[in-house]
């Protein structure tokens, strides 16, 4: 019985592609980071607070992402790319898959109530936003701007989780993941274009058609670095701040150098690894400046 359980918990945490998560969780982290600059970092139970941070975040995660599988089940069974993926191929089944999407929620909403009274009163329109975007490929083309707003919050949360309120600065972060995440997710759909177009599913690419939703995903991309400028002179941070938007537009005109309308065979590569690099990166550069300039 042990044994089965683990191998669900496995197959599932491979569904919903659970190392992604690094994909936010360092925006998240900078959010919480810039929060605790505010005080000189000096904000009791501050490693508490950073764990159920984290946990509230993956939690978030995990559930959205289960619930994606569970939503587009039945079109993914229909997808000559996705036919394979967990629940279609039988490898998990919808009761399991339902189970572990309410015990992440569950996991999210006692995770923010853990952080503060104003967090656990936010924590259920957090979670339907993030399982609303399952549900915008039906009706909108815009279904990517949904899912970056659904990372972006995180930021904003993160900062909340850690002062009890929300600063309008670190809506900069929000609007900066927003892009960011719209962005890659309009170049990895451009795989799916034939299949939108058959099954009549919204998306850019569909509407655009590939050469011109890769134009609007530059655009994100461009838009991003000039929000995260504004959070930088908003916050008062230096030059380690901005090598790290450097490193970010040099890693995104790699990533749109990688795909072309005519050639997609590297969306994996573009979407995957230049994105974590991204993220790990930025997180890594930014700490360094809020460390060094709050020393």
């Keep these: 019985m042990a044994q089965s359980l683990l191998r669900r918990v496995r197959l599932t945490l491979e569904m919903i592609r659970f190392e992604h998560s690094v994909f936010a969780l360092p925006f998240a982290l900078t959010g919480a980071l810039l929060a605790l600059r505010e005080d000189a970092f000096a904000t009791p139970a501050l490693g508490w607070k950073i764990f159920f941070i984290i946990l509230a975040m993956v939690a978030a995660r995990s559930a959205a992402m ?6 587009d089940a039945d079109v993914d069974a229909r997808n000559p790319r996705t036919r394979m993926r967990h629940i279609p191929a039988g490898l ?3 009761r399991f898959a339902w ?5 992440m929620s569950v996991l999210f909403i006692a995770s923010a109530g853990a952080l503060n009274p104003l967090c656990l009163r ?4 957090a979670l339907a936003v993030v399982l609303f975007y399952s549900f915008t490929k039906r009706f909108t083309s815009f279904s990517h701007v949904v899912l970056g707003f659904a990372l972006g919050i995180a930021p904003a949360a993160a900062w909340i989780a850690v002062r009890g309120s929300l600063d309008p600065r670190i809506l900069w972060l929000t609007a900066a993941v927003t892009l960011w995440t719209a ?4 170049i990895y759909s451009c795989q799916d274009y034939d299949f939108d177009r ?3 599913l919204f998306s850019l690419p569909r509407t655009l058609g590939i050469a011109g939703a890769l134009w609007v995903a530059r655009v994100f991309h461009l838009a991003m670095l000039v929000c995260l400028i504004a959070l930088v002179r908003g916050f008062g941070l230096g030059a380690l701040a901005y090598g790290g938007i450097a490193v970010i537009g040099a890693l995104l005109i790699y990533e749109h150098w990688l795909v072309r309308a005519g050639d997609l065979s590297r969306v994996n590569a573009a979407f995957f690894t230049v994105n974590g690099y991204v993220s790990v990166l930025f997180f890594l550069f930014w700490t360094a400046d809020i460390l060094w300039r709050g020393a």
């Design 66 to 71: 289960a619930f994606n599988r569970l939503v």
């Design 122 to 125: 936010l924590a259920p329109l």
């Design 99 to 103: 189970g572990f999407t309410i015990a």
């Design 198 to 200: 058959r099954e009549r």
């Design 92 to 94: 998990l089944t919808r």
């Design 183 to 186: 962005g890659f997710d309009i």
